[in-house]
């Protein structure tokens, strides 16, 4: 039967074609494209997110993919933490025709890889930049995962009037969106609480010594009743060591920036400090089990939680591609959209009725001893977050 | 009164660790005409030497020695590995070679060690303070400037009262008549590298001691500030880049105290803004070298 080989080869020809116009992927393949730091200065976040990611695709395509259906396959390019090198590694991903694609931990860059997927409709996470202006300045294709600035600033906010503080010192950095917006933010919420804010200063990342900002707190009068700041490694360990060497004994609030092994290594210094995560391992819970998990499959403790953040971004497109009537595009930006409940690793994720920042819940923890307790776990009020 | 006292006790003691990184940049520059931008990595090496060291159990005394040890030794390699063979080179040469240096050990460290901070737990005692009268010193400000001063000390005489001492700062003067004296330069060269590895050593311990961790970019804006500090100081000055650097930390600490809050943010602008106005009137820095070696 000639004429059927020949429409055999034809039909052959073009499956390569539009193969090859997908990159590699074969006809029902779901292509996720990274363009985050696997080197540089964000690859403290963006590797950890990775390593996560990875976990949950192994387990995914284990279960035959995707929502059952879509096997995944990655594409992954680093963009050595340069910004207009995420652009260019969005760009060739978006060329590729993949299905979805993932920017790095930061505002910047996400931001600008964010332009050129928006307007190739292709869905769009960020690793784990939690600054809200991400999805507002993007458009409806960009999505976050981890707790929004504003939101944990707000947690942070609630807990101080909670504890009845009535005056802040409010220290941030104009060097990064994270740890300018946030204690803004707080500031902002704080305020709106019933607090004062005395003073806003500025320090910036990187510079070691604290003297002069510590040296100027310890001149108020009267002292702040709470100092809350954003500043995370190095800066933070070098900030609170030289305000308790100086005599400053306010309580420190502080954001997930500081969930680090380094905060618990610092002694006493640190003791009774308060601040926000993505999620806390408490005995039982899923996070628990799933560091349990992850030591098991890759032999590493996992020391953050960027890990478990990378690792729900596999499970909330998996819950995307279920109900999508197809996974690109619109479909799939519609059902991400709309999802509510994905029960994550750190507790429920929800889109629907945000600007692509999910509604989540945030973890307050208490540092005594060199170790963290749980102070509560809060799902915030969206109407009280302070508008991004 | 306090608080002045205060501020100069903070100044003092960031101008003596910027003193200390550009000394270690000025060293290697007075001898072969090289910023060596791979200086701050020589930090993050001696940083890692002690979390290691404290991690296995070693004492922090006997991990701070360690790594300037191993920090000088690394040195010495770097600069048989690196720029040995680019000797003949040119100072564009030279400098791209550093920086392609830095570059590697940065994506060594991040691919071998790991890309996340590692905590540093120092002894309780270094977050003390003491107290004379109503006024604070943190235990790390006195140490960094003791420490400065003991190495600043122990340079000095490193320089002036031994042979190789002696044979580097003519080597610095000029190296070709070094050479013609039957004296080896490559030895004079190394050694510049491994006192730089002991200052660099020094410095990260300083270093790490007020940041609680280490990363594999650690070295980055240390070796900018020292980079800085020679240039005020006047390249390939000893006693400029010492001055350099203790005038930066000065000159630090002063606009975080003067300017208002509204404009501290800009802080970095207004030291760098100094910084040209110095140049202007001092082209050769505060306190050139006698050469007047420029890159």
Known sequence: ?388 | MDLLLQHVINAVSLGGTYALLSLGLAIVFSIIGLINFAHGELMTAAGYTIFFMLAAGVSLPLAIVFAIVAVAILAMGIERVAFRPMRKADMTGLLITSFAMSMILQAFFQNAIGARPRAVAMPEALSGVVNLGSVHLGIIPLMSISITVVALVALNLFLKHTVMGITMRAAAEDIDVVRLLGLKAGRVVATSFAVSGVLAATAAFLWVAQRGSVDPLMGFVPVLKAFVATIVGGLGSLTGAVAGGMLLGIVEVLAQVVLPPSMVEFRDAFVLGFVILLLLVRPQGLLPAPTGRRS
């Open chain 1, 1 to 388: 039967m000639p004429m059927l080989r020949k429409n055999t080869r034809r039909a052959a020809l073009a499956l390569s074609l539009l193969a090859s116009t997908a990159g590699f992927a074969a006809a029902e393949d779901f292509v996720l494209g990274l363009a985050t730091g696997q080197t540089g200065g964000l690859a403290a976040y963006d590797q950890p997110s990775l390593a996560g990611l990875k976990l949950a695709i192994d387990e995914i395509n284990a279960r035959g993919g995707l929502g059952g259906k879509y096997p995944v396959k990655l594409e992954i390019k680093d963009t050595r933490s340069d910004t207009a090198a995420a652009v260019q590694a969005a760009q060739e991903l978006v060329d590729q025709g993949v299905n979805a694609i993932i920017t790095p931990c930061d505002a910047d860059p996400s931001i600008a890889a964010g332009q050129i997927t928006q307007g190739a409709e292709i869905p769009t996470f960020t690793f784990c930049g939690s600054t809200p202006t991400i999805t507002s300045a993007v458009g409806d294709f960009m999505f976050g995962t981890y707790p929004a600035d504003n939101a944990q600033a707000l947690v942070l906010a609630e807990f101080a009037a909670k504890k009845g503080y009535k005056s802040a010192y409010v220290l941030k950095s104009a060097d990064s969106a994270y740890t300018l917006k946030l204690p803004e933010y707080f500031a902002t919420a704080f305020e709106a609480a019933g607090g004062k804010v005395l003073e806003q200063s500025t320090y910036t990342m990187g510079q070691q010594d604290f003297g002069a900002e510590v040296t100027k707190i310890k001149g108020l009068n009267p002292q702040p009743d709470v100092i809350m700041t954003a500043a995370y490694e190095p800066d933070f360990p070098a900030f609170i060591k030289q305000l308790r060497a100086a005599g400053v004994t306010a309580p420190v609030l502080g954001s997930d920036g500081i969930d680090t092994p380094t905060t618990l290594s610092l002694g006493s210094v640190a003791d009774g400090l308060v601040h926000t995560t993505a999620g806390f391992a408490v005995p039982g819970s899923s996070l628990e089990a799933f560091n349990a998990k992850y030591k098991q499959a890759t032999g590493k403790e996992p020391d953050t939680v960027y890990i478990a953040n990378g690792y729900e971004i596999g499970l909330i497109l998996d819950a995307a591609a279920k109900v999508a009537a197809s996974p690109r595009g619109r479909d799939l930006r519609d059902a991400i959209a709309n999802l509510e409940n994905v029960e994550g690793v750190t507790g429920p994720i929800t889109y629907k009725g945000t600007a692509g920042m999910p509604v989540r819940s945030i973890s307050l923890v208490e540092v005594k001893g060199g170790a963290r307790s749980l102070v509560e776990a809060v799902v915030p009020e969206a109407a009280k977050v302070p508008a991004p």
